[in-house]
Every structure is written in C-alpha cells, then in structure tokens.
C-alpha cells in the first residue's frame, strides 16, 4: 500500500541550528515527492518537489531534501533555521492526478 | 497571479444540515482536488475534478460531494453533517497534465465547525 511516514511528530531546534526531518515513503512505482509547510491557521505552501533526475533538491526559504531510492527516504534540511521556520511539515507522494499522500506532519518549534 | 480562493474561510453548522464549499483555482489551471485535514486523521483527499469530470475519488461516505463547472471553479458538498465532519476543508488547484497534475497549488481552507 502507498504510504508516508514522517517519524517526527514534535521536533524543537534552536534558533540558527540545523534541522532535518525525516520521511520514508512506500510506493511501487518511481515516486513524485514533495514537502509541504503550513503555519497556523493557514493552507500548505510547496517548499519543493522531486520528480527525477538529480537526487539532491532546492526549494524555497533555504530548504533543500535528498531522495534515496535505496532508503525510501526524503529528509528535508535546512542549515540554519530561522524563528520564523516554526511550523508543520508535511511530506507527499503523488499519485493519480490531484491525488497526494501526506504524512501526519511534523511541528517544528524553534527556540530563540 | 492569484492564488487559489476558498470561501467561506470559517462556518458553524449544526449536525443534520448541508454545507457548500466554493474555490477558485488559479488561471489556466485545470484540475481541483479537495482534502479534508483533522487533528486525527490528518490530511485525507476527498476527490479531484479535471474539466468538470470527477478524476480521483477518496474513502469518504456519498454525503461529500462535488462538481467542477466550465470555468473550473469547484464547489464540494457535504450533506446530513455529523460532529466528525468537523476539519479544515483544503482546495488545491493544478494544471492537472503531466507531471503538473501532482503539483497542487493550496488555499488556505475552509474551517467548518459541526455543532
């Protein structure tokens, strides 16, 4: 069955530290993946997507993931978090059409 | 360009009543799906509407509903509401091609409360 797992449900990082969070997909066929953010109150914002091709992608606001085929993972990073970073994440995999499956998401807060 | 518009951003309803949600996608794009996001059960997708056909259907009961009109703004239904359709409703809009179609652009959702 397609699926997506985000192990971290809270994760607290200091303000200016690194940060990555984890996803693990299950899914037959090559994936589409993507990382989504929200903040409160708000809808989903694309950071960044990987459809083929190079293995390491940059997105928005300084985020960047690494697709590994081998571990079925899509972690995404960023170097320095900044306060203003404190929200949910959520990792996708596309399916048909329109169609993603989102992780639970994992809330990020940022300690000044 | 504008983004992606859902109205109303917040409604109240009492269990048993019927609740229309609109959205507008973005210019040229085509497709619009809908997702249903609950502290629960977290981000689920209800459907996606591709010129004016139902493309993709999720696991939900036949009280939700939707339709997508010649303009591609779509509206979703959900009829005879119980506490558990409470959520934050989610409209996204994609060019609904290619590799397109997997790249959904979100509104900032409809908070419906079921009293």
């Known amino acids: 069955a397609q699926s997506v797992t985000q192990p971290d449900i809270h994760i607290t990082v200091s303000e200016g530290a690194s940060l990555e969070l984890r996803c693990n997909y299950s899914?037959?066929?090559?994936?589409?993946l993507f990382w989504y953010v929200q903040s409160p109150g708000q809808g989903l914002q694309l950071l960044l997507k990987?459809?083929?091709?190079?293995?390491l992608v940059q997105g928005i606001k300084g985020f960047e993931a690494e697709f590994k085929r081998s571990q079925s993972s899509f972690n995404l990073r960023k170097p320095s978090v900044h306060w203003s970073d404190a929200a949910e994440y959520f990792c996708a995999v596309g399916t048909q059409g329109g169609k993603l499956i989102f992780g639970q998401g994992t809330e990020l807060s940022v300690k000044p | 360009k504008a983004g992606v518009t859902q109205t109303p951003r917040y409604l109240i309803k009492t269990r048993g009543q019927q609740v229309t949600l609109s959205c507008s996608p973005i210019?040229?794009?085509?497709?619009v799906s809908w997702y249903q996001q609950t502290p629960g059960q977290g981000l689920q997708f209800l459907f996606e509407?591709?010129?004016?056909?139902?493309?993709n259907k999720g696991n939900f009961p036949g009280r939700f509903s939707g339709r997508q009109f010649s303009n591609s703004r779509s509206e979703m239904n959900v009829s005879t509401l119980e506490l558990g359709d409470s959520a934050l409703y989610l409209c996204?809009?994609?060019?609904?091609?290619?590799?397109?179609?997997?790249?959904?652009?979100f509104g900032a959702g409809s908070r419906l409360t079921v009293l």
């Open positions: 509407y591709f010129s004016e056909t139902q493309r």
């Open positions: 996204a809009s994609s060019l609904g091609t290619g590799a397109g179609a997997n790249v959904l652009t």
């Open positions: 990987y459809f083929s091709g190079d293995t």
């Open positions: 210019s040229g794009h085509r497709s």
């Open positions: 899914y037959g066929a090559t994936p589409y």
